[in-house]
């Protein structure tokens, strides 16, 4: 799914510039860390033979304020950028340093986190890719139980890549996608004769 992280954004961004021209800095990440370069190549397919362009690629660790640095290092190298594309930390930077410029940024996330859902409802990111982690995280509690009751599990079950926009991010098509509001994990161990073995 990780190309498809990539290749969505890259695709509503194609159709969301009727064929005018854009500038866009990529920032997918840690180089060769998760699906950072499988994002890059799903974006350089989604925008082939479109007047869409990469200016450059920054890649740095998903830290907010290494992306915020990383942003206004590459800002200053390339002022011409339209849109910053790329993970949810990247597009919680850009929508930081968009209050500070003229000319606001265009944002677009590789994928989504409760930032980016405000972001998307204040209309200050365009697009997000969702890979929907509610619902990932119930298909593999599903696939491990039919394991461990003997049952045949798929090889390969991931839900549909959702593309979220200001107009459809509401709360029934992120339902699957982001926690509740003041969701805590807690994690349970009990210690038994069987973890011996």
Same mark, same amino acid.
């Given at each position: ?11 509503y ?11 866009? =800095? ?26 869409v362009?990469?200016?450059?690629i ?42 500070? =410029?003229?000319?606001?940024?265009t ?26 982690m509610?619902w ?45 509001g ?16």
């Open positions: 799914p990780w190309f498809q992280m990539g290749y969505q954004p890259g695709r961004l194609v159709q969301w510039a009727h064929g005018k021209p854009l500038n866009v =800095l990529l920032m997918p990440g840690p180089d060769n860390a998760g699906g950072s370069k499988e994002m890059v190549e799903g974006f350089r397919a989604a925008i082939a033979g479109s007047p362009r990469i200016v450059d920054a890649l740095g660790d998903n830290d907010i304020e290494i992306q915020r640095n990383l942003l206004q290092e590459m800002l200053e190298r390339h002022p011409e950028i339209d849109v910053v594309a790329g993970t949810a930390i990247a597009a919680e930077a850009a929508m930081g340093e968009g209050r500070n =410029l003229k000319t606001p940024l944002v677009v996330s590789f994928y989504l986190s409760h930032q980016v859902y405000r972001g998307l409802k204040r209309g200050r990111v365009i697009m997000a890719a969702s890979d929907q509610v990932q995280g119930e298909l593999a509690v599903e696939q491990a139980i039919r394991q461990l009751q003997g049952q045949s599990v798929s090889d390969n079950v991931s839900p549909p890549i959702l593309v979220l926009t200001p107009k459809n991010a509401d709360r029934e098509h992120i339902r699957r996608s982001l926690s509740p003041g969701f805590r994990p807690v994690y349970f161990y009990q210690h038994t004769s069987a973890a011996k073995k």
